[in-house]
C-alpha cells in the first residue's frame, strides 16, 4: 500500500567549528572548539573561561552564551556540539550527558558504548547514531540524522518511542510522547550550524546515503516537501509559502505537528 508523507524543513546558520581527537582518560572530554562566550564550571562551582583543548573531568559543567559555540571530543571518538545558550554536563564518559538547557549534536560511532542524552523529564538512548537534542522547560526536540534512536520519559513506564533517520519529535517533555515526523535531512546538512563549514563528521557518508533514500522517496511520492517551518530553537511551527523545492527539515507525517510556544532563538532555525 502506497503512503505518502508530507516533509518538513529546517534551515540553519553556519557556524565554524574543530573537531579533533584526544588522549584523555575515557572519563574525560576534550573541548577542541571554542567559539566567544564558553564557559567551564567544575567541581568546585567556580567558572572560568574555556579554551581550546581544555581536559573536562566528568560533572564540569560547560557554558556557551549568545552566538557561542563549542565541541567536546571524548576518548571513544564521541562528538557533542553546543548550540549557544546551552548548559551541558556528562559523567561515566559519553553514558550519560545531561543537557540542562539549549540544543547540542551528537556523533556517536558504532565502536562506541551506548550513550544516554537526558533533559530533565526526557532523554534518548544512542549508539552508532548522530543525532540533534533540544532541550528547554516545556520544549523538547529530537532528530534523527542516521541510525537509529529512542526517545522516552523515564518515569513514565511505556513511554518510548524509536525515532529512525530523517524522523524527529517535538513537543512538550511534560507530556506524551508524540509520534516521530519526517524531515529533510539534505537541507539540515546544507543550513545547520552544527554541520556547515565544520570538519566533516565520521557519519558523513551515512548521513548523505539517508540523503539519497530520502530523494528516492520523494520520486516516488511517498515522500512530499511541505511549505511547514521551524524557525530558531523550540517547536514554533511556521508556513512559508511557496513550499520549498528540496526543504530540509522535519516533515510531517501525514498531519501536521501541533505548534507550541518557542523559547528565544536557539542554536537550530528549523524549518518544516
Known amino acids: 500500500m502506497n503512503r505518502n508523507f508530507q516533509l518538513l524543513a529546517l534551515a540553519i546558520p553556519a557556524a565554524l567549528f574543530a573537531s579533533g581527537l584526544n588522549a584523555a582518560s575515557p572519563q574525560e572530554a576534550r573541548l577542541t572548539q571554542v567559539s566567544k562566550d564558553v564557559q567551564v564550571v567544575d567541581l568546585d562551582g567556580v567558572a572560568r573561561p574555556a579554551t581550546a583543548n581544555d581536559s573536562l573531568g566528568e560533572k564540569a559543567v560547560v557554558r556557551t552564551g549568545a552566538e557561542s559555540r563549542a565541541e567536546l571530543t571524548f576518548p571513544d571518538e564521541t562528538i557533542v556540539r553546543l548550540a ?127 540523503c539519497e533514500k530520502q530523494l528516492r522517496a520523494k520520486s516516488k511520492k511517498n515522500l512530499i516537501d511541505t511549505n511547514l517551518v521551524i524557525f530558531g530553537g523550540g517547536t514554533l511551527v511556521s508556513l512559508t509559502n511557496p513550499p520549498a523545492a528540496n526543504a530540509a527539515g522535519p516533515a510531517a507525517e501525514s498531519s501536521t505537528p501541533t505548534p507550541t510556544p518557542s523559547p528565544s532563538p536557539q542554536a537550530t532555525e528549523s524549518r518544516l
Do not use: W
Open 84 to 210: 549557544a545558550n546551552t548548559s551541558f554536563s556528562f559523567k561515566d564518559g559519553t553514558r550519560n550527558l545531561n543537557v540542562s538547557e539549549g540544543a547540542v549534536l551528537v556523533q556517536a560511532p558504532k565502536k562506541a558504548k551506548r550513550a544516554k542524552i537526558q533533559g530533565a523529564s526526557v532523554s534518548a538512548a544512542i549508539t552508532g547514531t548522530t543525532v540533534m537534542f533540544e532541550y528547554h522547560p516545556g520544549v523538547c526536540k529530537f532528530l534523527v540524522l542516521q541510525g537509529t534512536g529512542r526517545l522516552y520519559r523515564p518515569e513514565h513506564l511505556g513511554d518510548s518511542v524509536l525515532v529512525g533517520p530523517g524522523q524527529m519529535i517535538i513537543g512538550n517533555p511534560s507530556s506524551a510522547l508524540s509520534d516521530p515526523v519526517d524531515f529533510d535531512i539534505a537541507r539540515f546538512m546544507k543550513t545547520s550550524r552544527f554541520i556547515v563549514d565544520l570538519a566533516p563528521l565520521a557519519s558523513e557518508k551515512l548521513m548523505a546515503s539517508e
